[in-house]
């Protein structure tokens, strides 16, 4: 064999030798190890971005607590059986409507979540840690129902509105509006240790723009009833509370019963009358 040969073929098995270095080479980058190579980028376009979900999370959920609907926790027992809610109880969490009454007006039967005027206290708010960071876990926790809210804010049943007459009680024990009885029987309830008997209360007519308010458990509630309360302005209600959403058990809508229904049946035959009496009336020349 020649060198020339010899040094073609030295070349060839340096070559062959080459190709086999860079095969191996290959085999040994896993996916792992080609994943891992760019995952500082990947977790530094993470931590770029979660200020920017973190921001439009608190958004979003600002207006849709502000103008679509909020939770509540319902704290106390005024409003049982409708709604639970006691000390070391699983109370009721309730969705809160706030579309329903920029169409129309609250009427009777509305379970209602209102700002309580400043004679009313504080039955429904919250006590707030003084830590900063409990405090604002609780505000977090009040805004999605799992916290008392830190407001005085209350919720009772619409029971006269603006201009009608209120009192208490007839004969069987009904409130009385504008001369006639309420049939409040689908909600009323009264706690077995305080009795079946209403707080009687003299006629009161409620202005225009406000709203008397009562708790469906009558004896074991404060509203509109209790001397410095009174009606409250139409402006302080919040929204109307449409369903239970928690506990789970206990999911269902609330009883809007209107309870002057029976009225407004009463009323109708005397505005028909009324009515056909106009149109029959003779014309006077």
């Given amino acids: 064999m020649t060198s020339r040969d010899e040094q073609s073929e030295r070349l060839a098995a340096e070559k062959r030798s080459f190709l086999a270095d ?8 896993t996916p792992e190890d080609i994943e891992g190579d760019g995952a500082p980028a990947k977790r530094d376009s993470f931590w770029r971005e979660l200020p920017i979900l973190v921001v439009t999370a608190l958004v979003l959920t600002f207006l849709i607590q502000t103008f679509l609907g909020r939770v509540y926790l319902i704290p106390s027992s005024s409003m049982e059986q409708t709604l639970h809610g006691c000390t070391g109880c699983s109370n009721d969490r309730v969705l809160v409507d706030k579309v329903t009454f920029r169409f129309r007006d609250p009427r ?5 979540v209102f700002r309580g005027p400043e004679s009313w206290g504080s039955e429904a708010a919250g006590k707030r840690s003084p830590y900063l960071v409990i405090r604002w876990l609780q505000q977090a926790g009040s805004v999605i129902g799992i916290a008392p809210p830190d407001e005085r804010d209350f919720i009772k049943r ?5 201009g009608q007459t209120v009192q208490c009680c007839d004969a069987r024990n009904r409130v009385i509006v504008d001369g006639r ?3 409040e029987s ?8 305080l009795g079946p008997e209403q707080r009687k209360f003299a006629p009161v007519k409620v202005p225009d723009g406000q709203l008397w308010v009562m708790g469906d458990n009558r004896q074991n509630s404060s509203d509109s009833r209790v001397a410095g309360h009174g009606p409250i302005p139409v402006d302080n209600v919040i929204g109307k509370a449409r369903f239970i959403v928690l506990p ?3 999911w269902s809508g609330i009883n809007d019963h ?7 049946l009463a009323a109708w035959p005397l505005t028909r ?3 056909r009496s106009a149109v029959d009336a003779p014309v006077t020349p």
């Fill in 181 to 183: 009885s309420l049939d």
């Fill in 186 to 193: 689908p909600y009323l309830y009264y706690h077995p240790a």
């Fill in 108 to 112: 009777p039967g509305d379970v209602v």
């Fill in 22 to 29: 860079q095969a191996q080479s290959s085999v040994s980058d």
């Fill in 248 to 250: 789970v058990t206990r």
């Fill in 258 to 264: 209107n309870p002057q229904a029976l009225l407004l």
């Fill in 273 to 275: 009358v009324g009515r």
């Fill in 158 to 162: 619409i029971i006269a509105v603006g």
